[in-house]
Structures are given as structure tokens and as C-alpha cells.
């Protein structure tokens, strides 16, 4: 499992984010590997619309439909196409209260839900939530190029064993610096089952070369 | 000017924002009165695609693209359709460096800033910003449904005249309990020129009759 | 063992800060129970000097020294007196990462960290952080004076049991609305080593009652 | 007049800030330049018992005495010894509203509000709120040793021009990079009536030579 997230770089906005989901969907026929996106807000409808890989919202807030101008209901991007939702993203960090209001609220509307963490124990905080998905991503690496996979595995190997402790069904995912089809491979072998993506695919020179070179890697 | 903020409620989300959208289209159609509309941000596409009315992001944050996940660029919005955002609505408060960072992203990107504020002192402090636009509500009559131009009608007295003393091209609208023609009126009366309204329309019985009701009252 | 914390009460700021703990210590020593304090953060050097019973900071940042404004460096509550701090309260909410980096700083800098939680499974979060003290405190029952180990036993129950299969070490307290020494009798029986209280003392017509009760009650 | 920020450096916490006050006061003494000192919260009872100088709190929230662990209290810092507090530092930015509700509420109880802001615009947006003081800081030049009043002297021009246009009372200081008796008398003869300063006197090596320096600057 690959998710793309776009965050908010303008090479995966408006337009040129149905262009990237597009390009994903491609691979997914070519290879069977299913890769999955997180645009941002305002262009999960035209993405969703577009596509049949598995769409994510970047976040939303723990919410009941009411006064809440400027935030995001759980209901509108699950419309809009969602089929579920980072939360936590390093980028966008919650209060704990909160994450777990988040998980709860995804499972009941039927969101999946991947939870972002730091390190591995505050990967098992979250783990013991019972989100669907966690994802570790040293922030110091995220953007930097340099894979945490080959950088510091030793993350991802206790991540996985204290996770495992706590909670046996958890997809676990890695991030940071991931950019090539080794990096994933790496990461499959140190325990998880997939990756979570940025800047290695959405900067790269051709989006899709990468995407295919994962989706490879993530066969054998 | 009536600029009607869907906030988070179910009755203007998803396909139901649409239809609401569409119904303010049609009081402007009938009327030559002005309705625009904000939505949530992951219905601005669809909403914008629908009518020709002027449509609102609810939020945007001060940021550039990049490595911001989870947020709301003023790019995507803008490619959604979005002509304009609110800006630090009494539930999505904002830091003040930030609201100026965004008024000045706002002019740069050709959107129209609408800054909201709590109080006639505070509503001041935004316009000395200079954004094209300001609405004044008093937080506590917010949802209520008793409108700011009967119960207090020296807030928006007081926010025009020392608006006017720092900034004579701003427009200035007014919020709170708004819920009739006749508070329209009312607040068209005492200086504004137009009003930010929610629940008072969302929330109606039949929101295209307020939505006439208002428009009406705006002509005369 | 009970630890009062006397909020931005202000039957419990300054002066009265002192007095207060002075009563608490008073107990101490009639009773041998140890009753801690959570006095506000200008408060702790008074406080501290003043009496020999525990003193908790309210709140501190996941700060090193350096250029922090207006936030709470941990080795200035230290060396102003506190043993500890209270983390995370519902007051005061923090992103799970900085839980996590305050717990360590805490225990890398000798503070007994005591972190708050909203119910069962987050318990079970921070208990995974390896903090010195938990604390469960339903939102909805603080300041009522309807005690959780009466209204909802069964909240300090699961959290007991689940906190248990984690983490065998760290001391588990409950909070919200103990007024009374019989609320405290049914937290220990419940299974917790002592109580978070907040207005039940500081509110309490005479607090050195109230706080001897608590004392008498956690002897039985 | 002179404001030394004592941040949260560890040569400024504690006993260390008491004896940074000290010299503070011994510059007054001897000179005649008052100097005001800004310790963190739980430094400021001591350091208010320790010297006559003024002492302002480096941070207070926008709430009445209550349910609010871990907040810093007005009434607290007052009681403490603060005559004074820092609002809005570039380091503990705060949403608009707040900012008028803590200015509002320091004129109540009598503590000089001195509120801090990041370009000229929002100092004048701040100045509209009339607080006691103002310090405009670009925050690229904080901490870096290249002072404000040299490297952008028009960012001191413009902020004094458009703030007098609005409030002709308030006292305006500058601050970022200040560290040396010239960059003070250049800030004062563009127009400001002191500065706020901190790395340049806490980090200095003789952090008394420098309080001397600036206060004799202060004189001419």
C-alpha cells in the first residue's frame, strides 16, 4: 500500500492533482499495486470524480455538523468522495483528545483512518486508539530526500515489535524521505505494509516513473 | 450585499450546498440583488461549478505552497472557483500577523478578503489592514436568531463611524441573529452595506423565501 | 495520595495560594496522608517555600532554553520548587508529540509527570508514554460536583483494567467532581491510588475539612 | 526606556534572573535610565522582592479567575509583583480578539499593556486597541544580533508615522537585534521612545556593560 500525500505543493493543485491521482490510477491498472492519494481539501471532489483508487482526506476536525466556519466535517469530504482521512500529520498536529475523537467519528461514517505519529512510542499511543492505519515518519527526515527506511530502520523495527504489543490488526506504514523503489522495499522488509509519500513523488521529475518504481517494489 | 456562510451544518453540505447555492442564484436572477455564498472548502468546486453567484472559501491559511499538510491554500481554493474568503470567522479565530499575511495573499492572488471581528475596537484594528471587506459580530448573538441591528445596534453604529475615521473604502457588513428583511433593513440603516448571515437562512423553513425576503429588503 | 490543583481560582492565587497549601500541609501532618499541590505558575516559588508537601506546576511547554516568550521552561518551575507537573489537563490540551517530549523531559530533569486524560482508551495513550502518574478525568463531570467514581464507576474501572495490560508500574488517579471523602473511598476501592481535585477543595467552604476528609477516607 | 526580555534562556531562569534584575537596577541607580525586566512567570515573584525596577510578565491569557489549569491569570502575575506585561511577543502570538480582551483587562487592573507586532500595518492594527505601549519586531531579525534600527530603519519610520495617525499617546518601542548603546540611540532618533531587547543583553558577556551602554545611550 502507497499513499500520496499532496499536501499543498502547487505541482499537486486544482488541475495538476486530478493530472498526479490520474498517473497513480495508471500504475494501480498496470500493476495491481493500489496506490492511494491525499490531495488537498477543495480538490478531493474533482480528484474523487476522476479516479477510482482509494482518495484520502489530509485531515479533519472532530466536529458534529453546526457552527464550525472554516473546519472540516467528516461528512463533506466523505461526499465530496473520501474514502478516508490522514489525522495528525506531522504538519498538522492535534491534541490527543482530539485524534481519538477523529478515529472514533471515522470508524462510525465509515472513513479509514491513518494516524500520523513521530516516534515509535507515541506510534503505539495512537496504535492503542484502534485507528485502521498508522503511519511513523521522523519529522526531521520528512522532505529531506533521505529515506528513513535506510537512514534510522531501527524506527521502523521498534515501531513495529511495540505496536505489535498492543495491537495486532493495525496496517503499519513509514514515511520520510521516501523516494525510491528500494527505500519501499526496505521498508516492507524492516515489518511494515507500505508507505506514506510526499515530496519524493509529487517533486519528482516524472511522478509516474516513481509511482510505477514503488508500485514494483512493493510486489516482490 | 448578503454573503450567506454555510459553515458545517449537514442542510448546506455536499449536494444539499448545491442546491442551496442554487437558490441564491436564483433570488440574484429574480431580484438583481447580490447573494454570494461559502461553503465548506470541499464543496467549493462543486458549488462554483454550479451557479454564477459569488462564491466564498470559509477559511484560508497563511501559507505559501509547500509542505503544509492538512491545509488551505489560497491557490486551491481559488482553482476551485472561489472569488473570495472570510477571513478569523469568530470560530476559526486567527493570529493577527497571520490575518494580515493572508489579507495581503488575498489581494496578490485577486481574492476578496472579508475580515470578520467581535467588537467595533477590533473590527477597526482589521480594517486598518486594509482588506475590501469587514463584518462586525458580536460572538454571543451569533446562531441566537436576535439580530445585531435590533439588540445592539451601537455595535454597528460605533464599527462604522470609527471605521470610516481609519478607512474610508472598506465595506462593511454585519452579522449575528440575523434572521429577517426587516433586520436587514435595519442594518443597511445604520451604515452598513450588507449582511453576513448562517443559520438565519441556512437553518430556515425555506431558505429561498428568507433569501428573497432579504433581497428585497436590501432595495429599498 | 490526592493533589489539589487550585486552577486560576481566586480563593487559590497568591496569597490565598500559600494559605491554601498551608492547610494541605496542616493535613499531612495531622493525618500522614500526603495531599500534593498544583499551584498557578507565578504561585510556586511562594508555595514551595512555604510548605514541605509536593508542589506540581499546572502546565509546562516541550521546551529547551532558549528564545520562548511566555512559555514554561521546565527547569524554571524546578527551580522555583516544583516536584512535578500536571500534563495535558482538559484545561490545557496539548499535540500528543509534546505529551510525549514533555514526559521525557520530565523524567530526564527528576519532575514527577502526572498526565491528564478524557477517558479510558486515551488513559491508555499516555500510560504507553511511560509517565510517573495518570489521570482520568471525564470533562463533562469537572467543576459539577458529581464525582465520576460515583456517576460513571465504570469509567475508572476500564480505565484501570485497560491501563494494566500496558503499563503495571505507573500510579492511576481519577478526577472530576469528588467533593466528598466517600468519593474518594470509591475511587481506591475502584481500583486508583488517589484523586485529582480541583473545586471540591478550593471551592469548599472550609477546604481544610474537605481535605481532612479526603485524607481520613484514603486511610481506610 | 529599556525592556530586557528574559525569554526563556537558562542564564535569565531562576536565581540567575534575580541577579540579572540586580544589574538591571544598579544601571538605574547609577544612570537614571529606567530598565524593566520581563523574567518568565515563575520567576517573577522573585525577582519583584528582589529589585524596584519594573517588572512585566512575558505573557497573560484572556481569562477571568476560573477553570482554567495550566492558564496565566492576570490577578496572579499582578500579585506576584508584575506592574506590567508583554502581549502578543512574535514568540506567543494570540488571535485578535484576545489581544483586545488582554488590553482591555490589564488597563482594568491596572498592568501596562505592552503589545508586540511584526511589520508597521499590524502595529497600527494593535495601536487601534490603545494599550499602553507597542513594539514593533521583525521577527527575521530576533535573536540575530542585526539590529532593526539599522538594517530597517523604515520599518521604525513607518511604524511611527501610521501608528501616531491613529493613537497619539502610545508609547512606541522597537525591538530585534538590539545590541549595542548606537543601535539604541538610532532606534530613538527614528522616532520610537525605547526598545525591547533580549539575546542582546541576556547572551551578552557582561550583560551589565551592555544595560550601562544602552541606558547612557538613552541619555543623549
Redesign the interface.
Known amino acids: 500500500m502507497v499513499i500520496v ?1 499532496f ?4 505541482e499537486a ?3 495538476k492533482a486530478v493530472e498526479l491521482a490520474k498517473k497513480a490510477e495508471k500504475v494501480h491498472k498496470e500493476t495491481g499495486v493500489l496506490t492511494g492519494v ?1 490531495p ?7 480528484v474523487a470524480e476522476a479516479v477510482e483508487i482509494p482518495v484520502f ?3 479533519v476536525d472532530p ?1 458534529k ?9 467528516i ?3 466523505k ?2 468522495g ?1 474514502v478516508g482521512t ?1 489525522i ?13 475523537e477523529i478515529v472514533k467519528a471515522a470508524r462510525e461514517k465509515g472513513l479509514v483512518s491513518l494516524v500520523c ?3 515509535p ?2 506510534t ?3 496504535a ?3 485507528p485502521d492505519m498508522v503511519a511513523v515518519e521522523p519529522p526531521e527526515l ?2 529531506t530526500g533521505i529515506p528513513v527506511s535506510k537512514a534510522k530502520p531501527e524506527v521502523i523495527t521498534d515501531t513495529v515489535r511495540l505496536v505489535r ?2 495491537n495486532s490488526r493495525v496496517i503499519i506504514l513509514c514515511g520520510a524521505g521516501i523516494s525510491h523503489g528500494e527505500d519501499v522495499k526496505a521498508a516492507l522488509k524492516l515489518g511494515t505494509q507500505g508507505v506514506l509519500v ?2 519524493g513523488i509529487v517533486k519528482a521529475k516524472d511522478p509516474y516513473v516513481i509511482m510505477r518504481e514503488f508500485a514494483e517494489a512493493s510486489k516482490h
Open positions: 500525500n499536501k499543498t505543493y502547487l493543485t486544482g488541475r491525499a488537498q481539501l477543495a480538490d478531493i471532489a474533482a482526506a489530509q485531515h466536529i455538523p453546526g457552527g464550525y466556519t472554516g473546519h472540516v466535517l461528512d463533506s469530504v461526499e465530496a473520501a490522514l495528525n500529520h506531522s504538519e498538522r498536529q492535534l491534541k490527543l483528545a482530539d485524534i481519538s505519529a513521530n516516534d512510542s507515541v503505539v499511543a495512537v492503542v486508539l484502534k520528512i522532505g504489543e498492543v510526499a515530496s
